[in-house]
């Protein structure tokens, strides 16, 4: 017997809340696992791999989850303050990584060993100016005064895209990480391949859920908007947004999907989006 659109709806969203789930403990529980073996402390070297960890498979990952609907550990406060968390997070996770980095240079200068002679370097430093970029791409959706010229729901799109590049980029450094004669040297066998499927699970959490409607218009659910039909369209109506003048007005198709609430999230997104329209033709 098939089952109703209602019941997969209910067994979908399970699904995400569980992988979601499952994406936090393995994040923490990869960064712990980490330090356990580090030992930060014991030597210079010994923290990179800390704070590389925790930047790239902690702080980021809850940084991209804070947007999803299912799995974010702050969904019932306003979008308005999960965005500031995510900037926070994403702020920590680039200090770390920046510090893990000097740290690393600075340990090969002692020893006297060339720098960037490797995979797992290279990947590390590109994952790291991807990440620098990307908060200074992030700076133009706190402030939209400062891109006048941007639609803001093009500003998030294409914030969103880059940001999963990024991740994506950190998850590889941390696998090639894994390859290391450090690594490979105390971690073996079986535990090893649990240690690589870690970032190798939170990048495909992400990449389902964390970059989501409510974050960037991409994956399940996006607003046609902003560039793609949504599945099982429930309903279809006409949003008019009125900016701060009244005379100007636009009309925007909207489908929503499962409830209210996105309808909401859309509604503040387009305003938002229609005020900054009104205010670079000098409207507002």
């Not at 789930?21 to 990179?48: D, E, K, N, Y």
């Not at 240690?195 to 859920?209: D, E, F, G, H």
């Amino acid at each position: 017997m098939a089952l109703s659109v209602e019941t997969e709806s209910h067994i979908y969203r399970a699904l995400r809340t569980a992988s979601g789930a499952a994406a936090h403990l393995v994040a923490l529980g990869f960064t712990i696992f980490v330090a356990v073996l580090a030992r930060p402390g014991s030597s210079l070297f010994s923290w990179h791999p800390v704070l590389m960890s925790l930047a790239f498979s902690f702080l980021m990952t809850e940084a991209l989850l804070m947007f999803s609907p299912e799995s974010s550990l702050l969904r019932s406060l306003s979008r308005k303050v999960r965005a500031r968390c995510h900037w926070v997070l994403q702020l920590l996770a680039l200090l770390c990584a920046l510090l893990g980095l000097g740290l690393v240079i600075l340990h090969k200068e002692q020893l006297g060993k060339a720098h960037l002679a490797t995979r797992h370097g290279q990947a590390g430093l590109l994952a790291v100016l991807w990440a620098g970029l990307q908060c200074s791409g992030g700076m133009g959706l706190l402030y939209p005064k400062l891109l006048p010229r941007w639609p803001l729901a093009k500003l998030k799109l294409y914030h969103a895209t880059s940001g999963l590049v990024g991740y994506l980029l950190g998850s590889a450094s941390l696998l090639l990480g894994m390859c290391s004669l450090w690594f490979t040297a105390t971690v073996t066998g079986g535990a090893w391949y649990l240690a690589a499927l870690c970032p190798v699970l939170t990048s495909l959490v992400i990449m389902n859920q964390g970059i989501t409607r409510d974050s960037g218009q991409l994956g399940e659910g996006r607003n046609p908007l902003y560039g793609g039909p949504s599945p099982r369209p429930r309903i279809l109506r006409a949003l008019l947004l009125t900016s701060c003048d009244t005379q100007w007005t636009k009309v925007f198709p909207v489908t929503v999907l499962e409830s209210g609430d996105q309808l909401h999230q859309w509604e503040t997104e387009m305003e938002e989006d229609c005020f900054h329209r009104c205010h670079a033709q000098g409207m507002a």
